[in-house]
């Protein structure tokens, strides 16, 4: 009997594990550029394009920088355009607060752009990422997009 238990728990657990791995959405991803450290002007707009697989899930899409954490410019706003597959088009901005040291001496700046989106099309978004500081950010070295 003690091998019918051990056995149960074991499909139990799979199961679990199973049914997890389903509700995760399968398509995450980031997209990530690198932009001069020396200084990121607010002339130099950044591109980056997401190839989404998914367009059933919601999904949370994030601004996310790596800086230098001893010069991170905090708050700093990005403005932020997308152009979806069928060239519909959103814009907005966002506020990147540092989260978390990622390696050394560098920091993650996050910032939520738009929480429960719908990417209702599959393919690419191109995705455009800028600011409007007067002077160039300095010890930042890439931005990007992240989808969770």
């Not at 978004?125 to 500081?133: A, D, V």
Request: hydrophobic share 45%; glycine share 8%.
């Amino acid at each position: 009997m003690r091998s019918g238990r051990s056995n149960f728990r074991g499909v139990a657990v799979a199961l679990v594990a199973l049914v997890a791995m389903a509700c995760e959405p399968k398509h995450n991803g980031a997209v990530v550029a690198d932009v001069s450290p020396a200084g990121w002007s607010a002339d130099q707009t950044v591109e980056l394009r997401y190839h989404n697989l998914d367009s059933l899930t919601k999904r949370r899409i994030w601004v996310v920088a790596r800086a230098e954490a001893d010069h991170a410019h905090s708050p700093l706003r990005v403005d932020v355009g997308c152009v979806a597959p069928d060239s519909a088009q959103l814009r907005g901005s966002v506020v990147l607060m540092p989260t978390k040291h990622r390696g050394g001496s560098f920091v993650e700046l996050r910032g939520l752009w738009i929480d429960q989106a719908v990417p209702a099309l599959k393919g690419d978004y191109l995705f455009t990422l800028g600011h409007t500081e007067p002077e160039p950010i300095e010890q930042l070295w890439s931005v990007g997009i992240e989808v969770e």
